[in-house]
């Protein structure tokens, strides 16, 4: 859909209610709304059933209109509204919000035959629809108001644009960013979303200049790649809140390889997420408080946090919520902690997060903008949270903070925050357009690591910009696979035509052959069982390592096909393959798990024993590039044994970004034929020695899918 498509919906220069009355129902309440939004346009109210309606000439069709309308509100109940909803398309009305219920939302046959018959019908007349089963749409910015819920006071304008699934959840957000001033631009509630979904909506408000940040609240993604495009646009220009509703629920079959037990079934949301720098929350105080910060704070540029408190106890809590939000908190340079010292009349080293020994050492004269300014000009220090009780009245010494924070912070370069010590009732709203405070200590310092995040993204995505790196899909068609799970000689040389290095290996279908085989490798090996439907080997006995003689893989194949007889009955043994035992390295994990909405995404872990223990994983869409892949290495825990821990040597990190790479090229080429890849461990030698593949395992996507 073109983003130009929904400007009837949310930039109309006429709207009619159809249903409108000057009673209290549904179509009554969206013809108010629309009265009193300020709407610039004609507002026409449409019902047979009245002559005027608010004063007005009130018209028994859309038909009988005096011109066409940009946007028609349909509030009637779903037994009356295609009547209506036909009427507009044969007038080539081009936008409509039909809010009632009993479409696919009823989730009965005759809900989704209601539901598909509107969606034909919009789609033969080129009409975006918003719903059904909505609330409609609010508009402060571009004043709107299609919706039916009651306005509540005290709304303002701002830079935020909601887009939520739930109507009822709009209510709360309205509210909450009442009571803690935020502004708003759109509001908009997009129930089932037949037609217009919540990627139309978002990539809409990225080009939109009245919103500077938008948050979605979201219970399912009708089509992930399109919503994916839509998050990798609207980020690249302005920061992106979403809400996940229904994260724990599993809603998919187990995952047969590691791979998919590891990604899990949030993955790929929360994969797009990360990539994109978007602030991802479980709450609405959380949302409210994170949509506050990133509408008003500049962009950090790292992640070295320092915070201060009037309050020693409060320094020492803010210290551990910082930590629980993941933010660095570096130590404090001498040259600072001594300029600092000078300013408050104390001669002591001062620690970060730093308590200023009494609230009346930073209350004195200017002390609070001196602070400030020594902290901005340290190069060291990327963002500042000043933490203190925020009260509900001000007293006299707290305006004074006040009044010197909020005309200090806009003008320094480095992002600042006040954050309160505990959950804040002032008395009044403060403004909308006033610097970041946010209201309880977690959630703002959970805001600030999503700030943090947030800029982290813009700058990577610029440096693979200024490195003219684009990921590019393998232009070789794919090789047709089998319609079952692998067996490992199946998978490797897949695996292995795709430029994946594996360490030498052999299939044998006899004791014999592996000894064959093992002569010409070289001592000491691993045997392994092949078996048609054979995922797990060691847990049905199947493997045995380090045998260094032939009378020993003798003995192993026997021991194998003994205990694969009695623990796996079902798959019957079909050889053996003879692998190089691999030494030296870190073992690590790479995968693929594609997901049915959002694709195929590559994984890369720590492996071997740990790779179910740790659950140390990055995850992201395939394909990705060089750059992309070295980040996703650089964030996993194992990066540290990677470069080389209490003096062992370093690990060819190069080698593995490449395996990554290629891995995921072959992801993205075999999209409709692989639901999973594990290999498992990826032994990653001493720097300029490269990757050993010790295991594989494809599985087939099922066909149906």
Sequence with gaps: MKDSALDPLLKPRSVAVVGASDRGNVGGRIYRNMVASGFQGPIWPVNPRYRTVGGQTCYPDIAALPQTPDCVAIAVPY??????????????????????????????????ARQERLQRIAAEARMVVNGPNCMGILGLGNPLATAFTNLPKGLKAGGVSVVSQSGG??????????????????????????????????????DDPKTSVIVNIVEGVKDGRAYGAALAKATARKPVVTLKLGRTEAGRQAAVAHTGSLAGPDAAFDALCKEYGVARVTTIDAMIESASLLSKAKLPKGERVFVFSVSGGAAVLSGDLAHGAGLALPPLSRATSDKLGKILGVSRAFANPMDVVGAPRLV?????????RVLDRDPAIDAIAFVLVVQRELSASHQVLHDQFHDLAPRLKTPVVMI??????????????????????????????????????????????AASHKPRRAASKPSSLPDRTMTEPESATVLEKAGLRFAPWAFAETPAGAVAAARRIGYPVAVKAVAPGLAHKTEAGGVRLGIASAAGLRRACKEIAGDLSRRAPKSPLAGFVVQQMVTGGIEMILGVKNDPQFGPLVMVGAGGVLAELAADTQLAPAPVGRAQARDMIRRL???????????????????????????????????????EVDLNPVMVLPRGQGVRIVDALIVPRPQET
């Design 169 to 206: 959840l709009i209510n709360a957000t309205m509210e909450l960013g009442i009571n803690r001033g935020l502004g708003f631009n759109y509001l908009i509630s997009a129930g089932n979303e037949a037609v217009v979904t919540s990627a139309d909506y978002i990539s809409w408000l990225a």
């Design 420 to 465: 309160s010590e505990m959950t804040w009732h002032p008395k009044d709203p403060p403004a909308p357009d006033g610097p970041p405070v946010a209201w309880t200590l977690d959630d703002g310092l959970a805001a600030l690591r999503q700030l943090i995040d947030y800029g982290a993204a813009r700058r990577r995505r610029a440096k693979r910009t």
């Design 79 to 112: 037994t009356a509204v295609f009547q209506p909803f036909e009427d507009a398309a044969r007038c080539r009305v081009p936008a409509a919000v039909v809010v009632a219920e009993g479409f696919a939302d009823h989730n009965t046959k005759a809900g989704r």
């Design 637 to 675: 825990k194992a990066d540290r044994l990677l470069a080389g821990h209490r003096g062992a040597p370093a690990a060819d990190r190069t080698a593995l970004v490449d395996a990554l790479v290629r891995l995921s090229r072959f992801a993205a080429t075999h999209e409709g034929s692989i639901a």
């Design 364 to 372: 004195a004269g200017d002390n609070l903008t001196q602070c400030l």
